[in-house]
């Protein structure tokens, strides 16, 4: 009887979901927020807002990917404020919510609407206002970058010269021009820029000329339009640690307005037509409709953690969709939302464009976390601007590896510059007569092997969605031929063969990840380079590229094996490396043939050893953690450690300090913390579905039978796969 019953209600939730679109829920405050660290994200195509009520003002922050200034800081556009004569939203009816299901900000207080929106096909920002009555408005642009601002060595580490700052770096003003109705502000960076210093310091102005350079007379613009506002001149003021200058725009009697804020970089498109605003309303609210209708997790709210887990888990995949078609990637480091640094660190005085780890270089470690849930969450479009930046830094790859080492193949860094070349201050001082080529950087020398999981992620969307990924062939093969080539060069340096008594490569010195150094075979970077050159051989015999799949096939060959150790007990385990000279961070890499790599997992040969290095091996045991990068959580679902998964879930998906909850804490990094939100979304996707060797879905392979829960996620061969649990009982729909 109790099956029966059971059968039926499964039956009923599989009926509902299948029979109406998902619509998120929405996410509202009823209170004003204190300062900008209390904001709400909002945003569309390349554009992210930071919005929030203070003090009865309508303030945010615009950001777009891609502002980066000479010194390589991702300069915000600015802040904006609205002032409400009749102070609306000072009544006990305030609300600010944050539909999901139209990618849009409501405000309400007393008489007054305001919805807040950016196109999701185009760089706009509407700010619609609606009042009963008519009441006299004000709408300020403020900048801090009203006069140039000398960057202080305190705060070096927004841009790419970090510790090695010059005596005369400078954010240079922007240019601003206000008049009735309408202000014009740009950024035009000088020709000179921190690219320049960087060739200089790592020794290429002998082929500076064929280097990629986005950031020389880079031109930001923006244009904001409001109808029926005049220009009322300018004052001054402080917000949190910083000065700014505002232009004032006033309507004595707004009754109802638009404002449109178009950004465009190096583009003329500012002149173009005026856009409709119920066309670009119906279209953006049409696309985040469906992009909710791609993928979703929900369930019936009977266990308070995993509520919060499945709410967090969509709030952060709405963050993600706010980038979804820009020019450049999704930075870990705060993405497109970071605020007033002095609510992330008191003593970072600084101004809105600060935030730690730079703004144009590009840590991989920290990236590949921000996309590898796209795959099983369907939003692989979104995977183009990460994936479309390596292909435009490839020639710069290939240079290096040509000019400092005379052979082929693409050498990328793990902290890598948007013009692809090493950070110049991770770069280090080399000794008279060393290898220009390798960075002199005790974290991170010899570490060339993260690019491997973009170009996974490459083969995989292939797999996913059969999407033609010829443009990104030459990508996966330089890099593949890169350490082919790199350590037979290496190994004739050091003596008469280029391989070792088995014919196998020797990959030393090595690095695994940023922690185990100078090390001999390290096991993350031979499974890399085992698991793309399997997954692009199969690639190639699709297309029946037989001739080419054979040249990757004899590189296969010559990978050597995984290395594995013996614990005092005899238990046997994935090794780091065959050996190392030092430990010099806090990861795990013994752990990345089960996930990035997926040579071990459930129902795959040798399960138990895998399983033994996240139980028994001391290093994995001490360095574990839910924080930041760190992705115990997702090795531990991969293994099907439920307990273990379920632990590192609700700690990963705990509401962050800020108001909003997705806005996690910098960890490792800077604030909102976006790697912490992508590893917490990875697991969560593992914990629900992988797949077996066949390819055969595995539904719920790390799931507590406790959670009751439905999800629509996708997997390989264009297979979406939906399915329920509840009291422990699984259907697939």
């Known amino acids: 009887m109790k099956r029966t019953s059971l059968f039926f209600i499964l039956l009923f939730v599989t009926t509902i979901l299948q029979a109406a679109d998902y619509i998120p829920k929405d996410y509202v405050w009823t209170t004003q927020s204190k300062n900008s660290s209390e904001s709400m994200p909002c945003g569309g195509h390349d554009i992210g807002l930071n919005v929030w009520v203070e003090n009865g003002d309508v303030l945010f922050y615009i950001q777009q990917s891609g502002w980066f200034d000479e010194n390589n800081t991702l300069l915000k556009a600015g802040r904006w404020r609205l002032h409400f004569e009749n102070h609306p939203f000072e009544g006990h009816d305030f609300q600010q919510r944050l539909c999901l299901d139209e990618g849009a900000i409501y405000i309400h207080g007393g008489e007054m609407n305001v919805r807040i929106w950016v196109d999701v096909f185009y760089p706009i920002v509407f700010v619609e206002l609606d009042s009963k009555h008519a ?140 856009y409709y605003v119920k066309q670009s309303k119906d279209r953006s609210n049409r696309w985040w409709h469906n992009y909710w209708q791609r993928s979703w997790i929900q369930t019936d709210g009977s266990d308070a953690d995993l509520t919060r887990i499945v709410r967090n888990y969509e709030l952060f995949r709405y963050i993600l969709g706010c980038n979804a078609y820009g020019q450049w990637p999704t930075k870990f480091n705060g993405g497109l939302f970071s605020f007033d640094p002095v609510y992330v660190d008191s003593t970072a005085t600084f101004t809105p464009d600060y935030r730690k780890w730079g703004g144009g270089t590009m840590t991989a470690q920290n990236q590949r976390l921000v996309y590898w849930p796209m795959l099983k969450s369907g939003d692989t479009d979104m995977m183009k601007a990460q994936f479309d930046t390596y292909l435009r830094l490839l020639p710069t790859a290939e240079s290096w590896s040509r000019y400092h080492w005379n052979h082929e193949g693409a050498c990328f860094t793990e902290q890598i510059e948007n013009f692809g070349l090493p950070n110049p201050a991770e770069y280090g001082k080399h000794p008279d007569g060393s290898d220009y080529g390798v960075e002199h950087n005790a974290w991170l020398e010899y570490e060339w092997d993260t690019v491997l999981e973009f170009c996974q992620m490459i083969l995989l969307t292939h797999r996913y969605t059969q999407q033609d990924i010829v443009k990104y062939e030459p990508l996966i093969s330089s890099c593949l031929h890169f350490f082919d080539e790199h350590y037979q060069y290496l190994a004739k340096q050091r003596g008469a063969k280029a391989l070792n008594a088995d014919n196998k490569l020797i990959i030393y010195p090595g690095s695994g990840c940023e922690t185990y150094k100078m090390a001999y075979n390290p096991s993350s970077t031979i499974a890399a380079l085992r698991t793309v050159l399997a997954e692009y051989i199969t690639y190639l015999n699709e297309k029946d590229s037989i001739s080419q799949s054979s040249t990757y096939k004899e590189i296969l060959d010559r990978i050597p094996e995984i290395p594995l150790t013996t614990t005092a007990t005899g238990d046997t385990c994935i090794a780091p490396a065959v050996t190392w000279a030092r430990i010099q961070n806090v990861e795990t890499p013994q752990l990345y043939p089960v996930f990035p790599w997926r040579i071990y997992g459930i129902g795959k040969p040798n399960l138990h050893i895998a399983k033994n290095t996240y139980l028994k091996d001391s290093h994995a045991i001490e360095m574990r953690s839910s924080k930041g990068w760190k992705q115990d959580n997702i090795w531990a679902a991969c293994l099907g450690l439920t307990k273990e998964a379920t632990r590192l879930s609700i700690e990963k998906f705990a509401d962050g300090p800020y108001r909003f909850p997705a806005f996690w804490e910098a960890g490792f990094d800077w604030a909102p913390d976006h790697n912490r939100g992508g590893s917490a979304m990875i697991g969560l996707e593992e914990m629900l579905l992988q797949e077996a060797p066949d390819g055969s879905p595995i539904l719920f392979p790390a799931w507590p039978k406790k959670w009751n829960v439905s999800f629509r996620l996708h997997a390989t061969n264009g297979r979406v796969i939906e399915a329920s649990i509840v009291g422990g009982k699984v259907i697939k729909h």
């Not at 970058?145 to 202080?152: A, I, L």
């Not at 000179?192 to 082929?207: A, G, K, M, P, W």
């Not at 005049?230 to 003021?237: D, R, V």
């Open 135 to 274: 009441v006299p408005t004000t709408i300020s642009y403020e900048s801090w970058r009203y006069q140039d601002r000398p960057v202080t060595k305190a705060e070096c580490q927004q841009c790419s010269y970090k510790w090695i700052l010059p005596t005369d770096c400078t954010t240079y003003a922007d240019s601003i021009e206000a008049e009735n109705g309408q202000l014009l502000f740009s950024h035009k960076n000088r020709a000179q820029t921190v690219f320049d210093f960087t060739v200089s310091r790592e020794h290429l102005n002998d082929i500076k000329t064929t280097l990629y350079n986005p950031i020389g007379g880079r031109d930001m613009n923006g244009k904001m339009t409001m109808p029926g506002f005049k220009y009322i001149g300018t004052n001054k003021g402080i917000y949190a640690s910083t000065d700014y200058k505002s232009w004032n725009f006033f309507h004595h009697r707004m009754k109802k307005s638009t404002i449109q804020i178009s950004l465009f970089t190096n583009d003329h498109q500012l002149n173009r037509s005026p």
